[in-house]
């Protein structure tokens, strides 16, 4: 019986995401002492494929074909079933991103196989197998039992850090033939960021600004003080509604939901569909003039003031942070 | 064109969350209930465009008790051409895809959208296991679907850029924001929702998981205030004692 890992692989490494996955896969190995499995589906040296091995897997079954060269929900559904069968799996782990969201709902219906998406904690085996996960867009927790024989869960990117150990993953070729896989879909790749620009779903900081910023021609300071700590930018809904932002910039309820270590809020006034985007975050900072703004009720840090001061003096502050390590 | 479009009901967002039953169940006393925004805003509204815009048939579906009727009438106010319950009592999303692929199975949908999540129980998954039950593509989180050639092109969101889609009819789609505008239902569409029909079907809804218990979050502490004349000292506290930058 074994764990198995679904991992993703971008630029020849790991996904740092993935990693996570490993890491919280291989924890539950252990307790079930069972062996953790990493699928690796993807382009990569099997050096860096055995670095599996620090994040406490066995072992790394290693698939790269054209069938998977875009997350096609029923070829990589497939795939993964087989290898559920053939590595005697009871567990199986995705990341909750986009290709988690595509394949584990296929695996589970075609395995019978209960799911909870989106886990936050390992799971509970005192009693069962129960997993966590946030429910009412972060306003509660759920504590939910699995009780099929085949259990999966996609992990919470962000949410449980990876531990290291010493051990080595040894790396095998998958062992049956990818070439039946066809994918139904087929899919071709834009790239539509600017060099440098830092892809805001999996940003660990995170600068958002909202209409306290009066106009889409202010935003030069947002970008600046982006810039220097290394962040992506957000923005609310009324911003990119009225489209002074793009699209894909709108953190919330109805946008994009984030996790970053750190979410700096600027003239954002905090309605509850916003929060409900960016309450999974590890620390907010909220900088608006109205000291009655919702938004303080769920901050770690606030100024109350005016943006158009406080922003440049924070810029340059985290620069002298920067330029003195 | 035939068009089905999976609808469920959810809290109004600023609804106080609270459960009962020792922490098992949803208390839904004074909670207003809304079409899931994600089901409404993008899948619903742009069936409708698609129908508008090459004919066809755009019906809703929804799986629960009566109560659901509210929002039934809201999806045929907007514009759906009928409705179906599904009268089962799901306790899991594979409850919900189970019931709804049973009735949809023999029924020659060219195109099934769900939005990409709920806001109750945010698991993203009614889509998925609906396409894998029924045998048929499924690409979730699309946030452009046009039809081409018979086929439909999608847009999804990738590491620094977009995916580009192309998958056959007919298949499962998950929407989301940018696939379509919100619509409000005009007085017209109100008046015609009245009886326009929904057909009400049995069903079952088998569960692979269960809801042991809910719980809240613990109580934020407060904000710690800076004085705008010190923001050198947030960023000590941030990367001193929050250690993130």
Same mark, same amino acid.
């Given at each position: 019986?074994?764990?198995?890992?679904?991992?993703?692989?971008?630029?020849?490494?790991?996904?740092?995401?993935?990693?996570?996955?490993?890491?919280?896969?291989?924890?539950?190995?252990?307790?079930?002492?069972?062996?953790?499995?990493?699928?690796?589906?993807?382009?990569?040296?099997?050096?860096?494929?055995?670095?599996?091995?620090?994040?406490?897997?066995?072992?790394?079954?290693?698939?790269?074909?054209?069938?998977?060269?875009?997350?096609?929900?029923?070829?990589?559904?497939?795939?993964?079933?087989?290898?559920?069968?053939?590595?005697?799996?009871?567990?199986?782990?995705? %990341?909750?991103?986009?290709?988690?969201?595509?394949?584990?709902?296929?695996?589970?219906?075609?395995?019978?196989?209960?799911?909870?998406?989106?886990?936050?904690?390992?799971?509970?085996?005192?009693?069962?197998?129960?997993?966590?996960?946030?429910?009412?867009?972060?306003?509660?927790?759920?504590?939910?039992?699995? %009780?099929?024989?085949?259990?999966?869960?996609?992990?919470?990117?962000?949410?449980?850090?990876?531990?290291?150990?010493?051990?080595?993953?040894?790396?095998?070729?998958?062992?049956?033939?990818?070439?039946?896989?066809?994918?139904?879909?087929?899919?071709?790749?834009?790239?539509?960021?600017?060099?440098?620009?830092?892809?805001?779903?999996?940003?660990?900081?995170?600068?958002?600004?909202?209409?306290?910023?009066?106009?889409?021609?202010?935003?030069?300071?947002?970008?600046?003080?982006?810039?220097?700590?290394?962040?992506?930018?957000?923005?609310?809904?009324?911003?990119?509604?009225?489209?002074?932002?793009?699209?894909?910039?709108?953190?919330?309820?109805?946008?994009?939901?984030?996790?970053?270590?750190?979410?700096?809020?600027?003239?954002?006034?905090?309605?509850?569909?916003?929060?409900?985007?960016?309450?999974?975050?590890?620390?907010?900072?909220?900088?608006?003039?109205?000291?009655?703004?919702?938004?303080?009720?769920?901050?770690?840090?606030?100024?109350?003031?005016?943006?158009?001061?406080?922003?440049?003096?924070?810029?340059?502050?985290?620069?002298?942070?920067?330029?003195?390590? | 064109?035939?068009?089905?479009?999976?609808?469920?009901?959810?809290?109004?967002?600023?609804?106080?969350?609270?459960?009962?039953?020792?922490?098992?169940?949803?208390?839904?006393?004074?909670?207003?209930?809304?079409?899931?925004?994600?089901?409404?805003?993008?899948?619903?509204?742009?069936?409708?465009?698609?129908?508008?815009?090459?004919?066809?048939?755009?019906?809703?579906?929804?799986?629960?008790?009566?109560?659901?009727?509210?929002?039934?009438?809201?999806?045929?106010?907007?514009?759906?051409?009928?409705?179906?319950?599904?009268?089962?009592?799901?306790?899991?999303?594979?409850?919900?895809?189970?019931?709804?692929?049973?009735?949809?199975?023999?029924?020659?949908?060219?195109?099934?959208?769900?939005?990409?999540?709920?806001?109750?129980?945010?698991?993203?998954?009614?889509?998925?296991?609906?396409?894998?039950?029924?045998?048929?593509?499924?690409?979730?989180?699309?946030?452009?679907?046009?039809?081409?050639?018979?086929?439909?092109?999608?847009?999804?969101?990738?590491?620094?850029?977009?995916?580009?889609?192309?998958?056959?009819?007919?298949?499962?789609?998950?929407?989301?924001?940018?696939?379509?505008?919100?619509?409000?239902?005009?007085?017209?569409?109100?008046?015609?929702?009245?009886?326009?029909?929904?057909?009400?079907?049995?069903?079952?809804?088998?569960?692979?998981?269960?809801?042991?218990?809910?719980?809240?979050?613990?109580?934020?502490?407060?904000?710690?205030?800076?004085?705008?004349?010190?923001?050198?000292?947030?960023?000590?506290?941030?990367?001193?004692?929050?250690?993130?930058?």
């Amino acid at each position: 019986m074994s764990v198995l890992i679904v991992a993703e692989i971008a630029k020849g490494a790991f996904r740092k995401s993935s990693l996570e996955a490993i890491s919280y896969g291989s924890r539950i190995a252990s307790k079930l002492e069972m062996n953790a499995i990493v699928l690796a589906i993807g382009t990569a040296a099997d050096a860096q494929l055995a670095l599996a091995g620090n994040y406490g897997a066995a072992k790394v079954i290693k698939v790269d074909h054209p069938n998977f060269q875009h997350p096609d929900s029923g070829a990589y559904t497939a795939l993964i079933a087989d290898v559920v069968a053939s590595t005697q799996s009871s567990v199986v782990l995705f %990341t909750h991103d986009n290709l988690g969201k595509a394949v584990a709902p296929r695996l589970s219906a075609r395995l019978r196989a209960g799911l909870v998406s989106g886990a936050t904690a390992l799971p509970d085996l005192s009693e069962g197998f129960v997993v966590q996960k946030n429910v009412y867009s972060g306003k509660a927790m759920a504590a939910i039992a699995i %009780t099929t024989p085949v259990k999966i869960i996609s992990l919470m990117p962000n949410s449980v850090s990876p531990v290291l150990s010493q051990g080595t993953a040894e790396v095998e070729a998958f062992s049956g033939s990818a070439d039946g896989y066809k994918p139904q879909t087929s899919s071709r790749y834009e790239h539509t960021e600017r060099d440098g620009e830092i892809s805001l779903p999996e940003a660990e900081l995170v600068v958002s600004a909202g209409r306290g910023l009066k106009g889409p021609e202010n935003w030069g300071m947002i970008e600046e003080l982006a810039g220097v700590l290394g962040a992506a930018t957000a923005c609310s809904r009324p911003v990119s509604d009225i489209g002074w932002r793009p699209h894909h910039e709108h953190v919330g309820q109805t946008g994009l939901a984030i996790r970053p270590n750190l979410y700096i809020a600027i003239g954002i006034s905090g309605a509850i569909q916003h929060l409900a985007g960016v309450n999974g975050s590890k620390v907010i900072v909220v900088i608006n003039k109205d000291p009655e703004a919702p938004f303080f009720k769920a901050a770690d840090y606030g100024i109350v003031g005016d943006a158009f001061e406080i922003v440049p003096k924070l810029t340059a502050a985290i620069k002298k942070l920067k330029s003195a390590n | 064109m035939k068009i089905l479009v999976c609808i469920s009901q959810a809290p109004d967002t600023t609804s106080k969350i609270s459960f009962i039953d020792n922490d098992t169940r949803f208390n839904d006393d004074k909670v207003q209930f809304i079409v899931n925004p994600y089901d409404e805003w993008y899948a619903l509204v742009r069936a409708l465009e698609i129908k508008e815009s090459l004919g066809g048939h755009v019906s809703a579906i929804s799986v629960g008790g009566p109560a659901l009727e509210t929002v039934i009438r809201k999806v045929l106010a907007i514009g759906a051409d009928d409705a179906i319950r599904i009268d089962a009592e799901p306790s899991d999303s594979f409850g919900v895809a189970s019931a709804i692929a049973e009735y949809a199975k023999d029924k020659g949908y060219d195109l099934i959208l769900t939005g990409k999540e709920t806001i109750d129980y945010n698991g993203s998954e009614v889509g998925g296991m609906l396409a894998e039950l029924l045998g048929l593509p499924f690409v979730s989180l699309a946030s452009k679907l046009d039809l081409s050639e018979g086929k439909v092109v999608l847009e999804t969101a990738a590491e620094g850029g977009l995916e580009i889609v192309t998958a056959p009819l007919p298949c499962v789609i998950s929407a989301a924001k940018g696939m379509a505008e919100a619509r409000i239902p005009n007085m017209r569409g109100i008046m015609a929702a009245r009886t326009k029909p929904i057909e009400v079907a049995a069903g079952n809804a088998p569960a692979l998981v269960q809801i042991k218990k809910f719980s809240l979050p613990a109580p934020k502490s407060s904000v710690k205030l800076i004085d705008p004349e010190n923001v050198e000292q947030l960023v000590e506290l941030l990367h001193n004692e929050a250690k993130v930058i």
